[in-house]
């Protein structure tokens, strides 16, 4: 029997086991922070090859990055790991932003509070420079000890806020009953900062900067996106089913997805617009469809 014919095989099962590996291994670790995203201001600390990066906030500044493109829809997902002990005032942020006075925008909004006391999870939902649709949350683990994974689905059927995967906040498009839907090109950011004003119990606990620096940790830099850079979004190219995001499985939740929404909703959600009357006296038209 000819050697080259009897170890062909062999070397091709290794070949693909190592492919296999390979592919697993970058999985895992995720694409390196400067492949996608660019420092925009502070201080930001690259770590583990570019795996990881930290943020981090004095009291001279804080510190940010954004995605160096734009998207027009996408999945995008991000491991936080929120700064520890007393973090009153301090405010990391992952969101989706356009630029200009009537931007979208799509936000996490991490609010530190007292050593002890539970951090509050805020999010928002801006269309045409319209916000005030902030929905809070107190998360049911502790994220200050450990990475946990926090996404947002951005397609032409609706909005989604996950928080390791599970759905906490739906926004859906109803432009056909006059409601804003977010449609701008926008880039992801992250960034740690000041919002002692008011972030904790509305600007009464300030920050203790003797804790300083505060310090957040981000992993996981690979977009799944529409690239939307340098022109308007064309809604058949960027809504189009070719891209998995916008496929049938993403234009509503499952029956388990709505399940598990609305018993985060029923147990963790500690602040709704929708039902602040002293707010608005008649809920937004958007609450019908999205509690």
């Not at 805020?122 to 450990?146: A, H, I, M, S, Y």
């Not at 806020?161 to 498009?173: E, G, S």
């Not at 690979?222 to 070719?242: E, F, L, P, Q, Y």
Request: aromatic share 16%; hydrophobic share 35%; charged share 20%.
């Amino acid at each position: 029997m000819n050697k080259g014919m009897s170890t062909s095989p062999i070397l091709y099962f290794v070949s693909i086991m190592f492919l296999i590996v390979m592919a697993d291994a970058r999985a895992r670790g995720g694409r390196a922070f400067d492949e996608n995203y660019v420092v925009t201001w502070g201080n930001v600390l690259k770590l583990n090859q570019g795996k990881e990066v930290q943020l981090s906030m004095d009291k001279a500044a804080g510190s940010a990055f954004e995605s160096k493109h734009n998207y027009g829809s996408g999945f995008f997902q991000m491991r936080i790991k929120l700064p520890a002990q007393d973090s009153a005032g301090v405010v990391t942020a992952f969101y989706l932003t356009s630029k200009g006075n009537t931007h979208d925008e799509l936000d996490f909004e991490f609010l530190g509070n007292r050593g002890g006391r539970p951090i509050a999870l805020q999010t928002n939902v801006f269309t045409n420079g319209q916000g005030n649709r902030e929905q809070k949350f107190v998360l049911w683990f502790d994220p200050t000890q450990d990475f946990h994974t926090y996404g947002i689905l951005w397609n032409p059927y609706q909005i989604v806020f996950y928080v390791d995967k599970i759905p906490i906040r739906i926004f859906k498009n109803n432009r056909r009953y006059g409601v804003g839907y977010p449609s701008k090109a926008m880039k992801v950011v992250a960034s740690l900062w000041n919002g002692e004003k008011w972030a904790t119990d509305g600007g009464k606990a300030k920050t203790d900067w003797s804790y300083a620096p505060f310090k957040a940790n981000f992993q996981r830099f690979a977009n799944s996106g529409c690239h939307a850079d340098g022109r308007n979004i064309n809604a058949k190219v960027c809504g189009s089913a070719t891209y998995w995001w916008n496929t049938r499985k993403y234009r509503m939740l499952s029956a388990y997805e709505l399940k598990a929404l609305k018993n985060v909703r029923a147990k963790f959600m500690n602040y709704d617009y929708c039902s602040d009357r002293s707010r608005f006296s008649v809920p937004p038209t958007e609450c019908r469809w999205n509690q």
